[in-house]
């Protein structure tokens, strides 16, 4: 497997990280932690150098309109792959579909929908289509192709590649009484992520903020229910963006 470098601008600690578990725990949890992972050193090393300058001290108002947009900056599609999932459910529980979108070199190239539930909750929505995003991942991974998952959830991602671990650890049991919810999905995915970890970046999205990904695979995952779908189905093309963020959403 070709070594991968990993560029952390911002972080516990910056630099160029050639293995993915200590370039995680930098990035980890850190608010405004931007990062990206390249083929090679000269590649990486290029782009570290020309990271952004840092921003001037604004006011409260100019410091938020500046903060959505670099979330905006940050979420944009920047690697060969990028997938975005999201989950809905109405009510919260109830009727429940998974929604993707993903990008090739930064163009939109297929939305998927559906994993339709008439009993699921938000959660396990968002477990659904975080799990369809490594499978594709793992297909695109085999290809040689950087590939960035993007989720709005935050508990889905630390179940996925946080929380699981001390849980396999005890026998797939929480520290406190009571079950894991949604544990056979988390365990399908969490196997997955721990296969492939090394090779994929993921990283939280902010939800509604205008991001194109996040507001496309949100509105597929409301067309899920709307349409009650079982199965996980590609939306056919073409692809009329307007009209998908005309739908309703979640």
Same mark, same amino acid.
């Given at each position: ?10 972080? +516990? ?69 990028? /997938? ?75 179940? /996925? ?24 999905? /988390? ?23 205008? /991001? ?6 949100? +509105? ?31």
């Amino acid at each position: 497997m070709a070594t991968k470098y990993y560029v952390i601008w911002a972080g +516990r600690q910056t630099g160029i990280f050639t293995d993915w578990p200590t370039a995680k725990a930098q990035v980890d949890g850190f608010a405004g932690a931007r990062y990206k992972s390249f083929k090679s050193r000269e590649e990486a090393e290029s782009a570290f150098k020309h990271r952004p300058a840092p921003q001037k001290a604004t006011s409260t108002k100019a410091a938020s309109k500046t903060d959505t947009q670099a979330k905006l900056l940050a979420a944009k599609p920047n690697s060969d792959i990028d /997938i975005y999932t999201d989950g809905g459910c109405e009510p919260n529980p109830g009727e429940a579909g998974s929604g993707i979108a993903v990008y090739k070199t930064g163009q939109l190239d297929q939305l998927w929908y559906g994993l339709y539930h008439p009993d699921g909750t938000n959660n396990s929505a968002e477990l659904n289509a975080l799990y369809q995003a490594l499978l594709l991942a793992k297909k695109y991974i085999a290809l040689d192709l950087q590939v960035h998952i993007h989720s709005d959830s935050q508990y889905s991602l630390n179940c /996925i590649t946080n929380w699981a671990y001390s849980w396999k650890a005890k026998g797939w049991k929480r520290k406190t009484a009571g079950d894991i919810k949604n544990l056979t999905i /988390i365990q399908q995915a969490h196997a997955l992520y721990d296969e492939i970890k090394e090779q994929v970046t993921i990283s939280h999205v902010a939800a509604h903020i205008g /991001i194109e990904g996040n507001e496309l695979a949100d +509105r597929m995952s409301i067309y899920a229910i709307d349409v009650k779908d079982s199965a996980f189905t590609r939306y056919p093309d073409p692809i009329d963006v307007d009209a998908i963020l005309a739908l309703r959403t979640g």
